[in-house]
């Protein structure tokens, strides 16, 4: 197993553009999640899916979109780019038990620079 | 929300015993207790969790108090690769689903 698989792993955009970051895991996870991670903080939570077709919003959601086609996948995509989303973006996914106990497994991020 | 409180850094000696404090006050009698790790540049690792009582697994322990108030993560041998900043978590439960919730974690430095 791959695991969970962020692309690409680098990306500079100028402000005003618009990109999509990609996160596939392979594990058969009804839940997936993005983070967000600003130089020397912790994590916050952007978007998160407990299966396909169903997202709901995070900490964080503002000047982001996601949707959830299928199990595997779990795109988020900026609609213009500003340089406040210069940070580090985490994939994660886990089952969903519903009942508690849930652990996550994470990508190896995406590092995103606007400018 | 349950939120945590953590200290914003420990030492602790190579080849010691590094106990890491979490106090969760608020934690309702459903919620979980998680620890994870994460190494410079690399995404999150999962460590451990518990509700109730004590639990062990390869990479560590963790004691939770009687009164659910507070939980110390214990690397019983640390070594240098557990340098990292160590998250305590609350599992929040929401009607359309879960999330966790991260704070700012504790950087635990292990010095040879």
């Known amino acids: 197993n791959a695991g969970v698989t962020q692309t690409p792993k680098f990306q500079v955009l100028k402000t005003g553009q618009s990109m999509t970051l990609q996160c596939a895991q392979d594990?058969?996870?009804?839940?997936m999640s993005w983070y967000r991670q600003d130089p020397g903080m912790g994590l916050r939570l952007i978007h998160y899916?407990?299966?396909?077709?169903?997202?709901d919003q995070g900490e964080v959601p503002n000047g982001y979109n996601v949707s959830r086609s299928t199990t595997e996948d779990f795109p988020l995509r900026l609609l213009s780019a500003a340089p406040s989303q210069t940070s580090v973006y985490f994939c994660?996914?886990?089952?969903?038990?519903?009942?508690?106990?849930?652990?996550?497994?994470f990508g190896n991020g995406t590092r995103l620079t606007v400018t | 929300d349950a939120k945590t409180t953590q200290p914003t850094s420990m030492d602790c000696a190579e080849g010691r015993a590094a106990n890491l404090p979490c106090n969760h006050s608020?934690?309702?009698?459903?919620?979980?207790v998680y620890w994870y790790r994460q190494i410079h540049s690399q995404g999150p690792q999962y460590i451990i969790h518990g509700l109730k009582n004590n639990e062990t697994n390869e990479m560590a322990s963790l004691i939770i108090t009687e009164d659910r108030k507070s939980s110390t993560l214990i690397l019983p041998h640390a070594t240098l690769r557990d340098t990292a900043v160590y998250y305590c978590i609350v599992r929040v439960r929401e009607t359309s689903g879960s999330r966790l919730t991260f704070g700012e974690g504790t950087q635990l430095t292990v010095n040879p």
């Open positions: 994660a996914s886990s089952y969903f038990s519903g009942t508690g106990g849930q652990t996550l497994h």
């Open positions: 608020t934690i309702s009698g459903n919620e979980y």
């Open positions: 899916s407990v299966g396909a077709g169903i997202t």
């Open positions: 594990m058969n996870h009804e839940y």
